[in-house]
C-alpha cells in the first residue's frame, strides 16, 4: 500500500469515502479496513480502531465480516 507512504495512502481512501458514488457496502469496508492499516503502521492504533468502529457503524460490518476486519484485526 503505497510503499509505505502511509499518509498519502490515508488521504486518498478519505477522498474515496468522501465520493458519492462510493456506496457499495464491500468497498467501503475495504478502503476503511486499508485506512485502518495505515494508521496502525503509522503507529496509531487509537485512531486505527476509531476507523473500525465507524466503519461498523456506517452499515459496512457485513462487507467488513467477509473480509475478516474487525476490532481484533487492528
Avoid at 14 to 19: G, I, N, P, T, V
Avoid at 45 to 58: G, K, M
Wanted: glycine share 8%; charged share 20%.
Amino acid at each position: 500500500m503505497y510503499q509505505g507512504n502511509w499518509d498519502a495512502c490515508i488521504t486518498t481512501l478519505q477522498r474515496h469515502l468522501q465520493m458519492p458514488s462510493a456506496t457499495w457496502a464491500d468497498e467501503r469496508a475495504a478502503s476503511m479496513r486499508y485506512m485502518a492499516k495505515a494508521y496502525k503502521k503509522k503507529g496509531n492504533v487509537q485512531t486505527a480502531r476509531l476507523v473500525v468502529s465507524q466503519s461498523h457503524y456506517r452499515g459496512a460490518s457485513s462487507a467488513g465480516a467477509l473480509y475478516g476486519f474487525g476490532l481484533d484485526a487492528v
